[in-house]
């Protein structure tokens, strides 16, 4: 049964940014902002940044990612930064292969995707490392 009050909120709030500074490298041209914009087709000059209620609202799906992530592992009996990883990957996954659905019928770039997933699978299992060593 889910169990809120095993929850660890500080650990979600840690995860939550520790995957916003994981999607800032990940676009920034440290890593792969320069192929993404790309594959995309856009160049540096065209791109806004986003508004500060873009970035809100991306502080909000990530605090659900990891809250949600963090009520997952209250079903394991015993957490541990091996169980968070396993459980963050295979949300991850999940989300990959759905995503995947989308950029077949979008038509999308396989380089694109692959930037897309990659994103997602690093999160996730770094959010549930997190969550497992310190609500373990």
């Known amino acids: 049964m889910l169990d809120v009050s095993k929850i660890n909120y500080v650990a979600v709030l840690i995860a939550t940014v520790a ?5 800032f490298l990940w676009y920034s041209p440290v890593l792969f902002g320069n192929a993404w914009m790309k594959q ?23 605090l659900a990612g990891a809250f949600v992530l963090a009520l997952l592992l209250t079903l394991v009996d015993h957490v541990t930064i091996g169980t968070g990883i396993t459980i963050g990957l295979l ?23 692959f930037i ?12 549930g490392l997190i969550l497992g060593w310190m609500q373990g």
């Open 19 to 23: 995957t916003m500074v994981i999607g």
């Open 40 to 62: 995309r087709g856009v160049k540096m000059e065209e791109m806004s940044g986003g508004s500060p209620f873009t970035y809100f609202l991306t502080a909000l799906t990530q």
């Open 91 to 113: 949300i991850g996954i999940s989300i990959s292969v759905k995503i995947g659905m989308n950029y077949l019928f979008e038509g999308s770039k396989l380089g694109l995707y």
């Open 116 to 127: 897309t997933i990659g994103y997602h699978l690093v999160s996730y299992v770094v959010a």
